[in-house]
């Protein structure tokens, strides 16, 4: 049934990687069971390494840490006068029971899907923040995943709230959930922005904008144009390939090709006609304020025919522009000198262009919306034909589906595909994702698994485990 997460026949214990009534195993046992006494003597009476006098290199005491407090987590080993390695011990003693134990709905589901051997996932990436006390933790959160590379002026969320909009449309979305997608099927990636969509942006930072910005999405395009039979769009060659890879798919004898919408990074928006737009208006606000030599400067960095950045006729020539060339605009207007000058906040804009439910989302987590595609494919100018955008003119045929409840996170959405794409090229990972692997199917066949382990995912959250 559609929506819903009732369905119990032969889901998977997550814990036991068993169908439920299955027999389920014997307890796991302590793992310190068994070791020799000298290892459970070094466990009870753990001592740090002593040099000896005369050794080659020559020793030279330790570099005195700073004291960052008490231990988090009163537990593990202790250095006499360091504390900041004891609370670097708890923190990773803590860690390593919970890589072997699931402590949120991501390591339930990665245990169902994978079992509990990849839930170490979170070993190097959360001991920075256990060791840490919440408002350092909360800190870092932002300024690890910023929308701009200088230093951040407040939070995300309270940036968030200087902003208004004024509704173009409403656009009716649903909820499916993953037993909702027949097993056989393939997923394959709808890679895109975070834009909001169906909505004018009047003012950003509190300050009125002399003419509200069209925002077209986002993840919200697939279910605004689903009476269009338009999934997706994006540029020609992008578009293209999709379509080929469906048709692909299909060759395969399998139930369906569903296209799911899965977020690039937060900045990945400067390319779009959005930003742009955004920052073209903010100029007419902000432009009194900046210097002749500050404007000459920025000027001369874009070079070529840019008609200077305090033209009136600044946004619709960046809208002609390639994305390439609007990525380079915002990637000037965003530094240290130009925020000094005066110029528009790069960060503010970016978070008043971006959907809420995806301003901390990591990347390439997704499943907000999804659609069964056809493989059919046009082509259009910026701004006509059917589903028109002014930065993506040709279009991916399919029919809107729905979306999961949430995102659902890369380990589990793309179960199979992730890890191939980090093998082929770690360096490189951003573009594999746009376009495609070489002799590899682009996607995530659904089986029972993978259906059972996202649904736990789910449930999971719903009940704040």
Known sequence: MMGSLARQDDYYDPMSGLPTGGVMPEPPRDPREGLPDWAMGALANPRGYEPGVGMWPAYKPPKELPDVGEPMIPSGPRWEGN?????????????????????????AGLMLATGPGRVGYKLAAGAIGAIMNPDEAEAARWIKYPFNRIAVGDTIENLATRNAYSKAKDIAERTIQPHDIPVGSWLTPLVGDRSRSGEFLTHVGEKELRDPVSLQGGYQFTPEWKGEGIAWASDRSPISTMGRRVREFQGRDVPGVYGVYTPMSTQSIDASHHVSDTLSQMMHLEKDKISKTAIEKFDAKMGGDFPGVTSDNLQEYLRGKPMSYRNEFVKNMNTKSAREAGFPDVEQARIAITHPELLDTPNYAGGNAIAKLTG????????????????????????????????????????????KIAARNPSAAGK???????????????????QDAAAEYFRRQQRGD
């Open 83 to 107: 504390p900041t390695a004891n609370r670097a011990a708890d923190a990773m003693g803590q860690l390593a029971i919970q890589s072997v134990v699931p402590q949120d709905p991501l390591d």
């Open 376 to 419: 059919d494919v046009s082509h259009y100018n910026k701004g006509g034909g059917r589903a028109p955008h002014y930065t993506y003119p040709s279009k991916l045929h399919g029919e809107y589906t729905g979306g999961l409840p949430g995102s659902l996170p890369q380990e589990l959405l793309w179960r199979d595909l992730a890890p």
């Open 432 to 450: 594999i994702w746009l376009t495609g692997l070489k002799g590899e199917p682009f996607g995530q066949q659904v089986d029972r698994q993978w």
